[in-house]
């Protein structure tokens, strides 16, 4: 029943059995037998959908550790425990374990058990994902489209796994900015779960809040609105305030109010929001690095640009620390900063950041719309301005990695 309760996204009643069922096993089987070993890997999987990650980490290590002394480190049971720890490493924002563990399940698996095996598209999928969180994103998009062709071969087009296979490709095409086929991917996409799923269950409202982002991204502003309003609501009755899936929602929501004008509100949520990240996730987490990000970005459009460049400044050292400078995450945030600055009329400050950007990894269309950009005016006319107008034109040179 606790996976029952897991698979309808009803995470607490879940929890409640699955602790339940630990108990019991442990107490009548023993803490080494297979099923106890079962129940506890189901109890970090919804910890971890709970968005409780010390403890689903804790449990999952446990897992692993016991199953490596019982079956060995090749049996199937291990390299799934594997692949879940690797999961919840994502989602503390351990990218690189993360990516290591799932190398390692994957080779494995496919040795083992062949590259058609469920484990190894597991493990394929999830690697992916790291990838994308790294900023690999050519990588990810190739292994993406080589999962989704896979589980539509073998399990269908409405199993559950390609339905998450779609939902992970549309994200890549979003964040490489191809918005158009994106849409279309998540269009489809939430058509099907709300009728394989139901209209509120946590994997229909995953494809609610992105398809609303890429509307947003389009800029069809009104539609992305009402669509973030809707998603938001449902999550914060069903998931709770704090959860992480309810928070990416709210900074979303936020970014749409202060691109649309709506300053007052927008500044309320995006600091709701920062708050209860920097509390449950930590500060150098990349959600909460979106959202104090979001923060800048909403205080420069209000020309409060001391508040704007310190919020830019702190997101581009956690970026620093956590993704390492040539991620285009860091170099992103380091084009804004230069921005706000050159708009407070602080030149040789923002020149620095544009040279920076350039150098580590700026994306494409950025590059290419700098001698556009209004934020950038004051610089005209400086050689500086021009010199690096000319290398943005230019394709990008690859990143050097950081120590």
Do not use: W
């Amino acid at each position: 029943m606790g996976d029952v309760y897991e698979s309808l996204g009803l995470f607490s009643k879940a929890e409640s059995l699955l602790s339940r069922s630990v108990a019991i096993r442990k107490r009548v089987l023993g803490a080494k037998n297979s099923e106890t070993l079962k129940s506890m890997k189901d109890l970090a999987g919804v910890l971890n959908e709970e968005s409780h990650y010390p403890e689903a980490e804790k449990l999952s290590r446990e897992t692993i550790e016991i199953r490596r002394q019982t079956l060995g480190s090749e049996h199937r049971d291990t390299l799934e425990s594997i692949c879940q720890l690797g999961v919840i490493l994502n989602n503390e924002g351990r990218y690189p374990e993360a990516e290591k563990l799932q190398r390692e399940a994957g080779e494995v698996a496919k040795r083992i058990f062949g590259d058609q095996d469920k484990l190894t598209r597991i493990a394929q999928q999830n690697l992916a994902i790291d990838l994308a969180y790294e900023g690999k994103y050519q990588e990810a998009e190739k292994t993406f489209r080589d999962v989704l062709e896979a589980e539509r071969r073998t399990l269908g087009p409405d199993h559950p796994d390609t339905l998450g296979a779609v939902n992970n490709l549309a994200a890549i095409l979003q964040i490489e900015h191809q918005y158009a086929e994106a849409e279309k991917l998540y269009l489809d996409l939430l058509q099907t779960k709300r009728k394989v799923f139901g209209p509120e269950h946590p994997e229909t409202l995953l494809s609610m809040g992105n398809l609303a982002l890429v509307l947003a991204n389009e800029k069809r502003f009104g539609e992305s609105e009402k669509l973030f309003r809707e998603t938001l609501e449902i999550k914060r009755r069903l998931l709770g305030p704090d959860h992480r899936s309810t928070l990416v929602t709210m900074g979303n929501l936020a970014g749409l109010l202060a691109t649309e004008g709506q300053y007052s509100e927008a500044e309320q949520l995006v600091r709701q929001t920062l708050e209860t990240e920097r509390r449950s996730l930590g500060p150098d987490h990349s959600d909460t690095l979106v959202t104090l990000d979001t923060l800048g970005d909403l205080l420069k459009r209000e020309k409060r640009y001391t508040e704007s460049e310190k919020a830019f400044r702190d997101t581009l050292e956690g970026r620093r620390r956590a993704l390492g400078v040539s991620h285009p995450d860091t170099a992103s945030t380091a084009y804004d900063l230069a921005c706000v600055l050159a708009l407070d009329g602080k030149r040789d400050a923002a020149f620095a950041n544009l040279e920076f950007a350039l150098k580590h990894g700026l994306l494409p269309d950025i590059r290419q719309g700098l001698e556009k950009d209004d934020d950038l005016k004051s610089l005209h006319g400086d050689p500086r301005f021009d010199a690096l107008a000319a290398a943005a034109r230019q394709p990008p040179a690859v990143a050097q990695k950081s120590n």
